[in-house]
Every structure is written in C-alpha cells, then in structure tokens.
C-alpha cells in the first residue's frame, strides 16, 4: 500500500507465537501487556521473514538427464530432445523401474537441500509415471515426505505432462485410458491436492487439457497449468476459464493472457531455472503482470531436465537478473504469492492466526536474500512454532 514500507519492514520488531500459530506481530513498542512476560529469544537485529514456499517442483523422480544436458550444449533444442525420445519420455523409463523407497530416498535429498534455505512448504507433483500404478507410486512418495521431514507438502497431479511411448500418436486415447481414470484413483486415495497439465506442441492441446480440468472440476479439485512455456497455445486462458490457481513458466504469454488471468485471480508462477537451463530468449511478460495487478510467485521448477536445480534462492536471484523482478518481488513470490498459487490460506505472511512458519536470516536487510548468489544466511527456520 501507498506510503507503507518496503517489504512490509517493522524495525525493531516482535512475534509472539503460541500452539503453532502467530498471535501477534508488530513493533517491539507495541507489545501488549499479555505478552511481556512470555519466554523470548533475542534475534539481535536478524531479519524475519515467512518462511519460504517452493510452489513448483518435481522432487520425486528417478534417474538424471545429464546427457541430456551435453546434448542440448551441443546444439540439440529442448523439442529436438523431447522428439528423439529423451526429454520427459526417458525420466518416466527411469522412474517406473524405481522402487518406491528408492523414489523417495531420492526425494528427501531434494528437499533438505530446499529445508536448509528455510522451505516450510514445498509442492510436488507427479508425472513422471505416466501409467496409473507409477503416478499413484509419486503421489504416495511425496505424501511420505512430509511424515519424514519437518515440512509441509502439496501434490499435484501432473498425469498430463507428457504422451507415453506406448501411446505415441494416440494422445487422445491416453488422456481417457490413463491420464483421467488415474486422477480419479489418485483422489480416491486421497493423494490430490490440485491437478496440472502441460499446455504445449511436445505435450498436450488447449482441448486435451480441458477434458481433464473438466474431470478435475467435478471431483471439486482446483486445477493449475503448465503454459506458453515453448509457444503461445492459450494455456494461460484456458487456465483463467478454469479458475486456477496459476498458470506456470509463461514465457510466451502475452498481454491479453495477463488480462484474462487477473480477471480469474490465476497466479503467475515465474520459474526462471528453466528459461537458464534451457538457453531461452524470450521472457516472460513482467511488466503486463504489473499492469494488470497479476501476483507473481517463484519457484524452481526443480526437475531432472529443464531445471535440476533445488535452491529457491538462486530462484529469486534469477528472476531479478534475468526477468528485472524486484528484490521486494521476488520475496513476496516466495512467502505470499507462493501461498496463493498452492491455495494456502495460513501460511505466507507473518500475520496473527497464521501458521508460526518463519525465517530467521543473518541479513542486515531483505534485498539481501535475491541480491547474493550460492549464499545461504538462514539462521534458523521455525516450523508451527517449533526451531
């Protein structure tokens, strides 16, 4: 708001936490009397932030794509690879021959590399099976990383990422054989949160991923995208029609697409790792998601391929260096913006009645956390009021 100060920054301030919740915050000064005689820690002059929400990732997946990597160093386009049978085609090889335990062994290195930098939250999705048995596998996976790790996790089911080689050029008949009746047993098990698709040339239609938004509408689960990521398809209107949550990667989008996803309230998920990885030249559209008063939120989009990166850090790095975000941006597309992408409503701000899920960082001021790179000041992390 006009006149308010960056950041939200209260100097010389104080949170008071009870029974996991914040129950109060503001200045030191303010303090009511209720509150003075409570047990304190000193954080002698640290900054205090949310603590951090990765809301893109694909943390559990087997094998690695480093060939890939050289390939595409070597000239070959991310397309190019996908079309030759690597690309998200040869991680889905590698993930079925995992075991479970395997999978997550896996998964649980990701994510304490992701813990570490102060990652309360964390989303992850499937897609990486592409037949019912290996996504149902995923899900549960990411399921049992929050029951082994002190963070809290959201899946997404990503059935629709990309065509199996056993129905290749029959995407169609894999949207309704596989992608639809494995959301429907992943949701009876009750291992989905929200449901993703990828919009693009190398994966699904506009008219493919609706049919299975249509599906995920019914069973009353939200829905996000993968969209305009390679081209512009109308992934992120199609997304706004829906009403999801976000609309991720975006390099394409277009003004118009900014419109329609204010209107809906879809989240832009800004995911600078892979437009690095990948070499890309165009952009996404930064300033028309500030006209439109689009939210933007970041992420790391950490995955084998286009984005083998954990660090949500280097992220807000990222996308200031390379899409021109502000430092404040970045933060807030990391504590808030993140929030409302998963469709969390606890959790983000440092706020009385929310989760007591905080940062703690030996910084003198927040720019600090975009501004350094392969830098990690966390001090300490609180998880439902708990270091």
């Given at each position: 708001?006009?006149?308010?100060?960056?950041y939200?920054?209260?100097?010389?301030?104080?949170?008071?936490m009870?029974?996991?919740?914040i129950?109060?915050?503001g200045?030191?000064?303010?303090?009511?009397?209720?509150?003075?005689?409570?047990?304190?820690?000193?954080?002698?002059?640290?900054?205090v932030?949310?603590?951090?929400?990765?809301?893109?990732?694909h943390?559990v997946?087997?094998?690695?794509r480093?060939?890939?990597?050289?390939?595409?160093?070597?000239g070959?386009?991310?397309?190019?690879?996908?079309?030759?049978?690597?690309g998200i085609?040869?991680t889905?090889s590698?993930?079925?021959a995992?075991s479970?335990?395997?999978?997550?062994e896996g998964?649980?290195?990701?994510?304490d590399?992701?813990?570490?930098e102060?990652?309360?939250?964390?989303?992850?999705k499937s897609?990486y099976?592409?037949?019912?048995?290996?996504?149902?596998?995923m899900?549960?996976v990411?399921?049992s990383?929050?029951?082994r790790?002190?963070?809290?996790?959201?899946?997404?089911?990503?059935?629709?990422?990309?065509?199996?080689?056993?129905?290749?050029?029959?995407?169609?008949?894999?949207?309704?054989?596989?992608c639809?009746?494995g959301?429907?047993?992943?949701?009876?098990?009750?291992?989905?949160?929200?449901?993703?698709?990828?919009?693009?040339?190398?994966?699904?239609s506009?008219?493919q991923?609706?049919?299975?938004?249509d599906?995920?509408?019914a069973?009353?689960?939200?829905?996000?995208?993968?969209?305009?990521?390679?081209?512009?398809?109308?992934?992120?209107?199609?997304a706004?029609?829906?009403?999801?949550?976000?609309?991720?990667?975006?390099?394409?989008?277009?003004?118009?697409?900014?419109?329609a996803?204010?209107?809906?309230?879809?989240?832009?998920?800004?995911?600078?790792g892979a437009?690095?990885?990948?070499r890309?030249?165009?952009?996404?559209?930064?300033?028309?998601?500030?006209?439109?008063?689009?939210?933007?939120a970041?992420?790391?989009?950490?995955?084998?391929?286009?984005?083998?990166?954990?660090s949500?850090?280097?992220?807000?790095?990222?996308?200031?260096?390379?899409?021109?975000?502000?430092?404040?941006?970045?933060?807030?597309?990391?504590?808030?913006?993140?929030?409302?992408a998963?469709?969390?409503?606890?959790?983000?701000?440092?706020?009385?009645?929310?989760?007591?899920?905080?940062a703690?960082?030996?910084?003198?001021?927040?720019?600090?956390?975009?501004?350094?790179?392969?830098?990690n000041?966390?001090?300490?992390?609180i998880?439902?009021?708990?270091?």
């Amino acid at each position: 708001m006009d006149g308010a100060p960056a950041y939200g920054l209260v100097e010389q301030g104080a949170v008071v936490m009870a029974d996991g919740l914040i129950s109060w915050a503001g200045p030191m000064s303010d303090l009511p009397a209720e509150f003075r005689d409570q047990e304190t820690l000193d954080l002698e002059g640290r900054v205090v932030t949310p603590a951090l929400i990765d809301c893109h990732t694909h943390v559990v997946h087997g094998g690695n794509r480093a060939r890939e990597f050289e390939m595409r160093l070597e000239g070959a386009t991310y397309e190019e690879v996908a079309r030759a049978g690597g690309g998200i085609v040869s991680t889905v090889s590698a993930t079925r021959a995992a075991s479970e335990a395997e999978l997550l062994e896996g998964a649980l290195a990701r994510v304490d590399a992701t813990i570490a930098e102060g990652v309360a939250t964390i989303e992850i999705k499937s897609g990486y099976g592409l037949d019912i048995d290996t996504e149902l596998r995923m899900l549960r996976v990411a399921r049992s990383v929050a029951s082994r790790r002190p963070v809290r996790v959201r899946t997404s089911y990503l059935g629709a990422h990309a065509t199996p080689p056993e129905y290749n050029g029959r995407a169609d008949a894999y949207i309704d054989e596989v992608c639809i009746p494995g959301l429907e047993a992943a949701h009876a098990e009750g291992l989905v949160d929200a449901v993703d698709g990828f919009c693009e040339g190398i994966a699904f239609s506009p008219a493919q991923i609706a049919r299975v938004f249509d599906r995920a509408k019914a069973l009353g689960i939200p829905v996000k995208l993968h969209a305009e990521q390679l081209s512009n398809l109308g992934g992120a209107r199609l997304a706004a029609r829906y009403g999801a949550l976000s609309a991720d990667h975006l390099e394409y989008a277009n003004d118009g697409d900014a419109e329609a996803m204010a209107r809906a309230g879809t989240i832009a998920v800004i995911l600078p790792g892979a437009f690095y990885t990948l070499r890309e030249a165009v952009a996404p559209p930064i300033a028309a998601f500030r006209a439109h008063g689009v939210p933007m939120a970041v992420a790391t989009d950490c995955n084998p391929g286009s984005s083998p990166m954990s660090s949500l850090l280097l992220s807000m790095n990222m996308a200031c260096t390379l899409f021109r975000m502000t430092p404040e941006e970045a933060l807030a597309g990391v504590t808030r913006n993140a929030a409302r992408a998963l469709g969390m409503d606890d959790a983000g701000m440092i706020k009385p009645g929310l989760r007591a899920d905080l940062a703690i960082w030996d910084i003198e001021h927040p720019a600090e956390l975009a501004y350094r790179i392969g830098f990690n000041p966390l001090w300490k992390r609180i998880f439902g009021g708990d270091l």
